[in-house]
T-cell receptor
Framework: AQSVTQLDSHVSVSEGTPVLLRCNYS??????LFWYVQHPNKGLQLLLK??????LVKGINGFEAEFKKSETSFHLTKPTAHMSDAAEYFCVVTPNAGNMLTFGGGTRLMVKP | ETGVTQTPRHLVMGMTNKKSLKCEQHLGHNAMYWYKQSAKKPLELMFV???????ENNSVPSRFSPECPNSSHLFLHLHTLQPEDSALYLCASSQDSLGGTLTGELFFGEGSRLTVL
């Protein structure tokens, strides 16, 4: 069985400050992990993915995430937030064995001017 | 054209109506999906089609009926829905037929916002 928990349903930051969106997972297998972003009235878009290569993964728009097996975490970070980063972010897990993606509940990121 | 197109973007229907949601992908993918996105709930996988055959049906009520006439088109037929079925219905596609797990990348449409009165 696998599951993913996004620890914060809402995160608010000021423009120009760092972003941290937290994700913990559980999986019976060696997982692959992803972050998706959903801007208002849009579909989801893949931000970055971890598939058992480098543990620090870089994605689009300056985001990155670090896979920490000992902590079963895959937190998403960005050094400086922009207004355009305001969106909902989803952490996603799947085992490397042909099973379906499991989505977290989402974290809504708000960026204040 | 965007990769995955959904129509209509908004739909309001009564509980006795019959309507359909349409999805079209222009990416040459082999697999297509319907997801339901409700407020304060995780994204729920409803149906998966791979090479036009249904490979996953996550205990979805029969009032939702999918149809995949070819690898580019996916429909969700709606009949006698309930108010709790109001949600954003997202269509997605992926290149591989293993639920997107090989690459992890699903390509989503912008969704159809359904309101059931």
């Amino acid at each position: 069985a696998q599951s993913v928990t996004q620890l914060d349903s809402h995160v608010s930051v000021s423009e120009g400050t760092p972003v941290l969106l937290r994700c913990n997972y559980s999986s019976s297998y060696s997982p692959s992990l992803f972050w998706y972003v959903q801007h208002p009235n849009k579909g989801l878009q893949l931000l970055l993915k971890y598939t058992s290569a480098a543990t620090l993964v870089k994605g689009i728009n300056g985001f990155e995430a670090e896979f920490k097996k000992s902590e079963t975490s895959f937190h998403l970070t960005k050094p400086t937030a922009h207004m355009s980063d305001a969106a909902e972010y989803f952490c996603v897990v799947t085992p490397n064995a042909g099973n379906m993606l499991t989505f977290g509940g989402g974290t809504r990121l708000m960026v204040k001017p | 054209e965007t990769g995955v197109t959904q129509t209509p973007r908004h739909l309001v229907m009564g509980m006795t109506n019959k309507k359909s949601l349409k999805c079209e992908q222009h990416l040459g993918h082999n697999a297509m999906y319907w997801y339901k996105q409700s407020a304060k709930k995780p994204l729920e996988l409803m149906f998966v089609y791979s090479l036009e055959e249904r490979v996953e049906n996550n205990s979805v009520p029969s009032r939702f009926s999918p149809e995949c006439p070819n690898s580019s088109h996916l429909f969700l037929h709606l009949h006698t829905l309930q108010p709790e079925d109001s949600a954003l219905y997202l269509c997605a596609s992926s290149q591989d037929s293993l639920g997107g797990t090989l690459t992890g990348e699903l390509f989503f449409g912008e969704g159809s916002r359904l309101t059931v009165l």
